[in-house]
């Protein structure tokens, strides 16, 4: 499995970007997909999640109201509306897709076995 982000940009605070992430491989099928975060000097941050059967999302507080994750699952794509853009948002945002069986949490970095290779959003003040 490969997954590659891409959509990052340099954005005005209150602008909006669409993130994309596209998987490929033979057998795609995880049970989740995600949306993590890296700022400098920071751990990377759980942003959003998204069942990928179902389409069950859940996201970490501060981007509650203002980001929406989706999918499509014929074509393989994971989205990230991103809204209401705040400097604070500046980092490398990485979506990943986790293996059948992990058991960890899903806003956890561990649960994910496959990672892109993350795209930068910057918002400027």
């Known amino acids: 499995v490969q997954l590659q982000a891409y959509g990052g940009g340099l954005v005005q605070a209150g602008g909006s970007l669409r993130l994309s992430c596209a998987a490929s491989?033979?057998?795609?099928?995880?049970?989740?997909m995600a949306w993590f975060r890296q700022a400098p000097g920071k751990e990377r941050e759980f942003v959003a999640v998204?069942?990928?059967?179902?389409?069950?999302?859940y996201y970490e507080d501060s981007v509650k109201g203002r980001f929406t994750i989706s999918r499509d699952n014929a074509k393989n794509l994971m989205y990230l509306q991103t809204n209401s853009l705040a400097p604070e948002d500046t980092a490398v945002y990485y979506c990943?897709?986790?293996?059948?069986?992990?058991?960890?949490?899903?806003?956890?970095?561990?649960?994910?076995?496959?990672w892109g290779q993350g795209t930068q959003v910057t918002v400027s003040s």
């Open positions: 990943a897709a986790d293996a059948q069986g992990n058991r960890e949490s899903m806003y956890t970095v561990g649960r994910y076995a496959y």
């Open positions: 491989g033979r057998t795609f099928s995880p049970y989740a």
């Open positions: 998204i069942t990928w059967r179902g389409g069950v999302t």
